[in-house]
């Protein structure tokens, strides 16, 4: 089975950007969707973005217009570009290889942004 592991979360300001990855322990050409989710405390785990293997994205409200999801196939990574950050943008982000039945999740990288 494929693993996920994500990096780049860390502390910022409002205003700020930040930019995570998300890398495959094997190839992603044959995947359908990836995606990025996040749980902030006390919350359910809310999506945030996905692409297809086609390129075609999806953004949930929250994060319309602020956030950029990509993939690079040859890399095996997902990005998840993040602008004009919040602090309701505070949450663990999961990347995850969306499936029919049970998703494939990583470890999840914290972003806390501080107002």
């Known amino acids: 089975q494929v693993q996920l592991v994500e990096s780049g979360g860390g502390l910022v300001q409002a205003g700020g950007s930040l930019r995570l990855s998300c890398a495959a322990s094997?190839?992603?050409?044959?995947?359908?969707?990836m995606a990025w989710y996040r749980q902030a405390p006390g919350k359910q785990r809310e999506f945030v973005a996905s692409?297809?293997?086609?390129?075609?994205?999806n953004y949930g409200d929250s994060v319309k217009g602020r956030f950029t999801i990509s993939r690079d196939n040859a890399k095996n990574t997902v990005y998840l570009q993040m602008n004009s950050l919040k602090p309701e943008d505070t949450a663990v982000y999961y990347c995850?290889?969306?499936?029919?039945?049970?998703?494939?999740w990583g470890q999840g990288t914290q972003v806390t942004v501080s107002s």
């Open positions: 995850a290889i969306v499936l029919l039945t049970n998703n494939v």
């Open positions: 094997a190839s992603i050409f044959s995947i359908n969707v």
């Open positions: 692409i297809r293997s086609g390129g075609m994205t």
